[in-house]
């Protein structure tokens, strides 16, 4: 069955990452761009190419090709796999993954570090590939590194910025912490059952009774959900991806919002035999997603960096896919995770439009009536702001929907925090887009509308923003993998949660629009709470004053000032200072006389061997 | 003399040889060691032949009488967990002497014929079969670090090389009194003799003898990896040693205390090992931790490495005594990962103080726009340091942790929290040092990597990505060495032992099971 090749699909990027890594610096730009964008679009037509070539993948198609590590019991393969999940994911990723490449031609054109840009980007696409495909939890394990490194990478792009070096650093010790559980659950999951493998692990779990699971399956369950929550940016982890916005745009949209992050959603719905087994862990999924969804929205509200507010608005979303896990309805994540990718990428690529346009501009304050000087920007961003809002029958409708239903279902009170949040959503990238384009321009800049190399995959997107959802019936795709949750479909529940989407939209218009005095009105009525919100909840500085700080001072102070240096050394020392007197006579064996080195040592020999020779009974 | 005995006597015969070349002439003393330790290099790859045939045994023995009496001899061979660490030194020689070729500029002479001796005491320790002829081995190593640190460190080099000197010496004294005793006892040094004896039951101690003679070895050995709390000596010890002498002792010397736990500690004293086992553990623990939290707020580069290097080294001995495979092989592999990425670590840090005199983070800061390709192969050894999958570390860090958690969760979960800190300091320190505004001051001087140095470095970089995916080609001879040593760390020790290490095994058996993966 080793016929498909799969691994030229993660393997195409990588060789374009080699490529441009190495030599990339004496190519042109445009050699740079060929190579990075043919390896994707490679990539791409092959993952099509196997697709149709493995007809309905009832069944996983699994290809083994080396064994990475064999020590005792552990075993551990590379081997790819591609069933209908995979099949999604790979689909997303190679397909966004082309277009926001051939974007970030246009984009990129004038920074410095074209070919590192695009060699780090080549090699996030290996990474992540390697992610969707590996048939083990090693090995996914290996891509959900590396996505963390390129992660990494490419925030800390500008090297010169203080803040993105920050970021960065934030970014992958936040992933840390994550991958701490995922690692900790996988150790757990091989003692358990002696491999890693998906097919292996998942077919002992499936016939033990729910009801009378051992314990060890929600520790593994909710360990695995650490490694998530970090990776997709959950209530408590979350606190890297707003700062993530630090990265080039392209980035943002890519990593940061169409793929990477969601990772961890993918992650747990590939582990979804080992979560329905472990009702606690459920819940705490269904629970951190909700809290999540609910607290970036409101800070959502308040931030004024047109990427701070759709960073915040992908940290709800993802809450929302969790929200979908969390209840049971794995293939309504996944169908989120898919339309998420078409508009969010679009809304990033599209706030990249415009910040390209204004030279730079992110503050939302400093923007205004830019649909008139740079309309087709606002006509693909437009297509993702009905998206994203929920409106029918655009894609974020279909997938929220799914969601919604599925949470009345499972906790009628989960479904109404839901649609608040919907509504909330619906307002915050409103009120941007009204900021954004509407009423008078209130910047210095000139704004000039992108090339088509820019606007080109915009617009792709801006038709999967509007059809993607109605098109791609992700749930029905993905029912071999994940069974339909059993649920009527209440027609009442669709109307209110539409109804919170279009008063969003109103309420925005109102504030935003009709009377642009009333936000400071209300803010000012709010008075600290809206303090509260606008700072993000201080959770950064509580992390600082409660972790990070004391961690630092109580190393330098105590570790190593005192018990290092003070404690342990001071005995040593102790002894040491008789020492120094020998150490004194010592010098003077230094005489820089090779021979008279050679002679000590063979000297030492010799002492060694007489003391031994009478302390044996003497030489015979 | 078979090719082991000829691997073993080149670096003496050229420890010999560059005493009676001209002292003026220093560049056909640079050229001749490095010619002969790169000769001695490509020798010792053909040792590893017998291995990629068949991953076991005792190989390119040679057995003579030495001493008749008492009875030492001269008992040398490799097996699966010597060989990969013979290879070691004899490539990080080469390296260390291409690295200090503009370095080291006075006591040319003299400096050459250490880095020869040293070669060759690492080579012996690794290869000795004989407890006594081990011994003078492991003492041979300590007189030519001593002179590297103490002629060719930095200001506070006599101090550093004292303090090494005494807290080593006070472990192998012990450790000479415990052979002795052993010899009084069984009436042989020989290794293999000793081990045959105690598996058939015809040496036997009592409990506290056992437990004496283990801590008189162990203690030796502990000291040399360095365990906590013996650390101490190794921050000094590298702050002051030129690079050489730090990549040396990183990458292999502190190996040589590693290696003879799990050589001579599990065999000869499987009972008392298993014994100390969760107060040694214990200690591992709080080095992992404790060496990365300090490691943390190092204002000194080499501090802050060597610091890092405690921690790494708690993993060794977290999988040694968690007896079992995977720990073990874990525990081996890694020695050889912190052996590739520390030594990186330390030359990359020599290169940059070559060029700036300093040390300090402070004084660095956006190192890589003058520098992007040494800034580049910095990034990768940080990654490869700090456990990315695809690199060496990763392996070793993942074996040694899933060894531990078959025998406490509790224990792994400890010493993953060293996983998360390790990105904290590295990624820090690459932060303050490389990325950012340049450094006014660091302005003309700090040029980038050259073709000398990357050619030190190449070999390195290699090794880490073929380590980190290609593990067949190492991994196979360690688990078989390892094999055979739980299975004689098991002599005495009632079954028990085996129904903890077996319980995956028996979990197996209601699951499907197979030995290959999937299809195919």
């Known amino acids: 069955m080793n016929d498909q090749q799969l691994w030229l699909i993660p393997a195409l990027p990588l060789a374009g990452f080699l490529i441009n890594g190495l030599f990339g610096k004496k190519f042109p730009n445009i050699l740079v761009s060929i190579i990075a964008v043919a390896s994707v679009l490679g990539s791409f037509a092959w993952v099509l190419k196997t697709l149709g070539a493995l007809g309905d993948l009832e069944h996983a198609h699994v290809e083994h090709y080396l064994t990475w590590i064999q020590s005792g019991p552990v075993n551990i393969g590379v081997d790819l796999a591609v069933d209908r999940l995979t099949a999604v994911m790979l689909l997303v990723v190679t397909g966004i993954g082309s277009l926001i490449h051939i974007y970030a031609v246009g984009y990129m054109s004038h920074e410095g570090g074209y070919y590192r840009f695009f060699a780090y980007l080549n090699l996030f696409m290996f990474f992540m590939l390697t992610l969707v495909m590996g048939a083990n939890f090693l090995l996914l394990f290996v891509g959900w590194e590396g996505v963390g490194l390129c992660s990494y990478l490419l925030i800390g792009f500008y090297i010169l910025k203080k803040s993105a070096g920050d970021a960065a650093k934030k970014a992958f010790v936040v992933n840390r912490v994550g991958d701490f559980g995922f690692s900790l659950a996988m150790f757990l999951i091989m003692v358990q059952f002696g491999s890693l493998d998906f097919q292996k692990v998942f077919e002992a779990v499936k016939p033990l009774p729910v009801d009378q699971t051992p314990g060890i399956l929600t520790a593994i369950a909710l360990l695995l959900f650490v490694g998530a929550a970090g990776k997709s940016a959950q209530v408590p982890l979350y606190v890297w991806l707003p700062d993530a916005m630090e990265g080039p745009t392209p980035v943002?949209?890519?990593?940061?919002?169409?793929?990477?992050?969601?990772?961890?959603?993918?992650?747990?719905?590939?582990?979804?035999?080992?979560?329905?087994?472990?009702?606690?862990?459920?819940?705490?999924?269904?629970?951190?997603?909700?809290?999540?969804?609910?607290?970036?929205?409101?800070?959502?509200?308040?931030?004024?960096?047109?990427?701070?507010v759709f960073a915040y608005s992908t940290v709800s979303q993802l809450g929302y896919m969790f929200i979908a896990c969390g209840v049971g309805a794995f293939s309504a994540g996944i169908?989120?995770?898919?339309?998420?990718?078409?508009?969010?990428?679009?809304?990033?690529?599209?706030?990249?439009?415009?910040?390209?346009?204004?030279?730079?501009?992110?503050?939302?304050?400093?923007?205004?009536?830019?649909?008139?000087?740079?309309?087709?920007?606002?006509?693909?961003?437009?297509?993702?702001?009905?998206?994203?809002?929920?409106?029918?029958?655009?894609?974020?409708?279909?997938?929220?929907?799914?969601?919604?239903?599925?949470?009345?279902?499972?906790?009628?009170?989960?479904?109404?925090?839901?649609?608040?949040?919907?509504?909330?959503?619906?307002?915050?990238?409103?009120?941007?887009?009204?900021?954004?384009f509407f009423g008078s321009y209130r910047g210095h800049h000139h704004p000039h509308e992108s090339p088509f190399v820019m606007w080109g995959p915009l617009a792709v997107l801006a038709v999967l923003s509007l059809a993607g959802g109605w098109y791609f019936k992700v749930p029905h795709y993905l029912e071999p993998v994940f069974p339909v949750a059993e649920g009527h479909h209440d027609e009442t529940l669709v109307y209110i949660s539409v109804a919170a989407g279009v008063i969003g939209i109103g309420l925005a218009a109102l504030m935003y629009l009709i009377k642009p005095g009333l936000p400071d009105t209300i803010s000012g009525a709010l008075g600290p709470i809206y303090k509260l919100v606008y700072n993000k909840y201080f959770v950064d500085e509580v992390y600082d004053a409660t972790i990070v700080n004391p961690m630092v001072a109580g190393s330098r102070g105590v570790l190593w000032r005192i018990f290092d240096a003070g404690i342990i050394d001071g005995i040593v020392n102790g002894t040491a200072v008789v020492a120094r007197t020998v150490g004194g006579g010592l010098r003077l064996l230094q005489s820089g006389n090779i021979r008279s080195y050679a002679a000590w040592v063979t000297l030492g020999c010799v002492v060694v061997l007489l003391a031994l020779g009478v302390m044996s009974g003497g030489v015979k | 003399m078979n090719l082991l005995n000829l691997v073993l006597v080149l670096p003496l015969a050229g420890f010999l040889l560059t005493m009676i070349l001209p002292k003026n002439n220093a560049s056909l003393i640079r050229l001749f060691s490095l010619v002969l330790s790169l000769a001695i290099f490509v020798l010792s790859l053909g040792l590893t032949s017998p291995f990629f045939q068949s991953g076991n045994g005792n190989w390119f023995v040679t057995d003579v009488p030495w001493i008749q009496s008492p009875e030492i001899r001269y008992h040398v061979g490799v097996d699966g967990l010597s060989i990969w660490l013979v290879i070691l030194s004899t490539l990080l020689t080469p390296i260390s002497i291409l690295v200090s070729w503009k370095h080291i500029d006075k006591r040319v002479k003299e400096f050459h014929a250490f880095m020869l001796l040293l070669e060759f005491g690492?080579?012996?320790?690794?290869?000795?079969?004989?407890?006594?002829?081990?011994?003078?081995?492991?003492?041979?190593?300590?007189?030519?670090?001593?002179?590297?640190?103490?002629?060719?460190?930095?200001?506070?080099?006599?101090?550093?090389?004292?303090?090494?000197?005494?807290?080593?010496?006070?472990?192998?004294?012990?450790?000479?009194?415990?052979?002795?005793?052993?010899?009084?006892?069984?009436?042989?040094?020989?290794?293999?003799?000793?081990?045959?004896?105690?598996?058939?039951?015809?040496?036997?101690?009592?409990?506290?003898?056992?437990?004496?003679?283990?801590?008189?070895?162990?203690?030796?050995?502990?000291?040399?990896?360095?365990?906590?709390?013996?650390?101490?000596?190794?921050p000094d010890a590298h702050v002051e040693a030129p690079t050489a002498g730090s990549i040396m002792l990183a990458a292999v010397m502190l190996k040589m205390g590693t290696y003879s736990i799990v050589r001579f500690c599990l065999p000869l004293f499987p009972q008392a090992a298993r014994e100390c086992a969760p107060w040694i553990v214990i200690l591992a623990l709080i080095g992992i931790v404790y060496g990365a939290l300090v490691a943390l707020v190092q204002p000194n580069m080499k501090k802050l490495v060597a610091y890092s290097s405690v921690s790494h080294l708690g993993f060794v001995i977290l999988g040694t005594f968690?007896?079992?495979?995977?720990?073990?092989?874990?525990?081996?592999?890694?020695?050889?990962?912190?052996?590739?990425?520390?030594?990186?670590l330390f030359m990359l840090v020599g290169f940059m103080y070559e060029r700036t005199h300093t040390l300090e983070i402070k004084d660095y800061g956006g190192v890589s726009t003058p520098a992007p390709w040494l800034s580049t192969v910095f990034?990768?050894?940080?990654?490869?340091?700090?456990?990315?999958?695809?690199?060496?570390?990763?392996?070793?860090?993942?074996?040694?942790?899933?060894?531990?958690?078959?025998?406490?969760?509790?224990?792994?979960?400890?010493?993953?929290?060293?996983?998360?800190?390790?990105?904290?300091y590295m990624l820090w320190l690459y932060q303050r040092a490389f990325m950012g505004e340049t450094n006014e001051h660091l302005k003309g001087h700090m040029h980038d990597i050259n073709p000398r140095e990357l050619a030190a470095a190449i070999p390195l970089l290699i090794l880490m990505v073929w380590m980190g995916t290609y593990t067949k080609t190492f991994l196979p001879s360690i688990s078989a060495a390892n094999a055979r040593i739980l299975e004689q760390s098991k002599a005495g020790i009632e079954m028990k032992v085996d129904a903890q290490n077996n319980k995956t095994a028996r979990l197996n058996q209601s699951a499907p099971t197979g030995d290959q993966p999937n299809v195919r």
């Not at chain 1, 919002?257 to 959603?265: K, L, P």
């Not at chain 1, 819940?283 to 800070?299: H, K, P, R, S, Y």
């Not at chain 1, 974020?396 to 929907?401: N, P, T, V």
């Not at chain 1, 009345?408 to 949040?421: D, K, L, N, R």
């Open chain 1, 252 to 308: 943002s949209a890519l990593i940061h919002a169409a793929t990477m992050v969601t990772a961890g959603v993918y992650m747990t719905a590939r582990a979804a035999v080992i979560f329905q087994h472990s009702p606690l862990a459920m819940d705490v999924v269904a629970t951190v997603g909700l809290i999540t969804a609910v607290m970036a929205a409101t800070i959502g509200l308040t931030q004024y960096d047109i990427k701070k």
């Open chain 1, 335 to 436: 169908y989120h995770v898919v339309t998420h990718a078409f508009f969010k990428a679009l809304l990033f690529l599209g706030a990249g439009s415009v910040i390209h346009a204004l030279s730079g501009e992110q503050d939302l304050r400093h923007m205004g009536g830019l649909a008139k000087k740079i309309p087709i920007t606002f006509a693909v961003l437009a297509c993702a702001w009905v998206a994203i809002a929920g409106v029918p029958p655009f894609a974020g409708f279909f997938s929220k929907d799914e969601i919604l239903l599925a949470a009345h279902h499972h906790a009628p009170w989960m479904y109404w925090v839901g649609v608040i949040t919907a509504g909330m959503t619906a307002f915050y990238v409103s009120r941007a887009m009204f900021m954004c």
């Open chain 2, 122 to 234: 690492l080579i012996g320790v690794f290869v000795a079969w004989d407890l006594f002829l081990f011994y003078v081995f492991w003492e041979v190593c300590l007189v030519p670090m001593y002179f590297l640190i103490g002629v060719w460190g930095h200001e506070r080099r006599i101090y550093a090389a004292v303090k090494f000197f005494l807290y080593t010496m006070a472990g192998s004294v012990l450790m000479l009194a415990a052979m002795i005793y052993l010899y009084n006892k069984a009436n042989t040094f020989d290794y293999t003799n000793l081990v045959d004896l105690i598996q058939r039951g015809r040496l036997s101690f009592t409990g506290l003898e056992q437990m004496l003679l283990f801590l008189a070895f162990f203690l030796a050995f502990a000291i040399k990896v360095p365990l906590f709390p013996l650390h101490t000596w190794l």
């Open chain 2, 322 to 344: 968690s007896f079992n495979q995977a720990g073990l092989d874990g525990a081996v592999y890694q020695m050889l990962n912190h052996g590739i990425s520390t030594g990186a």
């Open chain 2, 379 to 424: 990034l990768i050894t940080t990654l490869a340091s700090i456990g990315l999958p695809t690199l060496n570390n990763f392996i070793g860090e993942f074996l040694v942790l899933q060894g531990s958690a078959y025998v406490s969760i509790t224990w792994t979960a400890i010493a993953a929290l060293g996983v998360i800190l390790s990105a904290c």
